[in-house]
């Protein structure tokens, strides 16, 4: 198997930066759409063969270092009694919202590995796939963002309503994110048991949060989650990635987590100075670079790979996921030039 993922992620030394890219399954890829002419999200999500199918779409057409499952964050509370569905050019929505003690009261303690079979069969699929060549990544939604999608009943631009009640009530909020923690946990253990090398945990919307807020309301329900994972494989990598989170690094060296992936908001070498040398580290090119002709983002993925060479313990991947309509040929220029990198 190509481990270099792997080892990179224990910080041992490697022949090439690894790369993986976030949302590397998806929209900007002509296969990928081509399946979703024909099948809902949720249907390619619920379906293990059609999973593992787009798991593999990039897989097959860029040499990279990892694979990520083909699943979403909000599957993991939608098993728990939300209703989910997905809007076109709206995204998630969610129908019954949880807005009082009594609505999360009705969230249903759940068995990952029963009430998400279908991610767990995936999971395993992908493995036997993928075999001696890549590793595969599982992941899940940190407590905090299921918990904004949630309440919200979506996606929000200021987060009013999950804000509101955070501060309002904090013994409900507590509860709400225990629950939700709990799951999260378990759902990555479960993934780790069916196959995945790795597992990474999205908190997308964390840079909402003061670090005082976070270090009171999240973190300790992140740690949880993280703790969980590890009871099952204490070697497999867990990475915590966040956007718009450069405040909260302090914070979150304290996760749990093994690797830290950090957005583009942020300057990757001094970032990786204030997590420390104990941690690797994953990032983090501007999505939209990948807009620009092949030698821009060349340039721009040089500097970046010049300002933490003879780092151990460095994945490459973008600050967020492949946006739609990114040329799939840049993608494929990108990787090939990560492999070729040549810092001196």
């Not at 759409?33 to 999500?45: Q, V």
């Not at 494989?233 to 990475?239: E, L, W």
């Not at 987590?257 to 990757?268: E, K, P, S, Y």
Request: glycine letters at 6%; proline letters at 7%.
């Amino acid at each position: 198997m190509n481990d270099t993922f792997l080892k990179a992620c224990r910080r041992e030394p490697v022949q090439h930066t690894p790369v993986w890219l976030m949302r590397q399954a998806g929209r900007y890829m002509a296969t990928y759409r081509a399946l979703r002419a024909r099948y809902s999200i949720l249907e390619l999500i619920k379906n293990p063969e059609l999973a593992v199918e787009v798991t593999m779409q990039p897989v097959d057409a860029y040499p990279l270092d990892a694979a990520i499952i083909f699943a979403d964050i909000l599957t993991l509370p939608e098993a728990m009694g939300l209703k989910l569905e997905f809007i076109e050019n709206k995204g998630p929505v969610i129908h019954n919202p949880l807005r009082t003690e009594e609505d999360i009261q009705r969230l249903t303690p759940i068995e990952p590995r029963e009430a998400l079979s279908f991610t767990m069969d995936a999971v395993r699929l992908a493995s036997e796939t993928l075999k001696d060549r890549i590793p595969l990544i599982g992941f899940s939604g940190a407590p905090f963002t299921m918990a904004c999608y949630a309440i919200e009943g979506g996606s929000s631009q200021n987060f009013i309503k999950a804000k509101s009640w955070m501060h309002a009530d904090e013994k409900s909020w507590h509860h709400m994110m225990h629950i939700l923690a709990e799951a999260a946990g378990q759902y990555l253990a479960a993934q780790l048991e069916a196959g995945a090398s790795a597992v990474q945990v999205f908190d997308s919307w964390a840079g909402i949060l003061s670090p005082r807020d976070y270090k009171r309301y999240v973190l300790p329900h992140t740690q949880r989650t993280i703790a969980l994972a590890k009871e099952i494989k204490p070697d497999a990598p867990v990475i915590h990635f966040g956007t718009d989170t450069a405040t909260l690094l302090p914070l979150i060296r304290e996760s749990g987590a093994d690797v830290i992936g950090l957005d583009w908001r942020v300057n990757l070498a001094e970032a990786w100075d204030e997590l420390g040398p104990e941690f690797a580290v994953q990032g983090n090119l501007d999505p939209v670079i990948l807009f620009s002709e092949p030698e821009v983002i060349c340039a721009e993925t040089s500097a970046l790979l010049k300002s933490v060479k003879d780092r151990p313990g460095y994945i490459f991947n973008l600050g967020h996921g492949v946006l739609q309509h990114t040329p799939e040929s840049h993608v494929g220029a990108l990787v090939d030039f990560v492999h070729s990198f040549n810092p001196s």
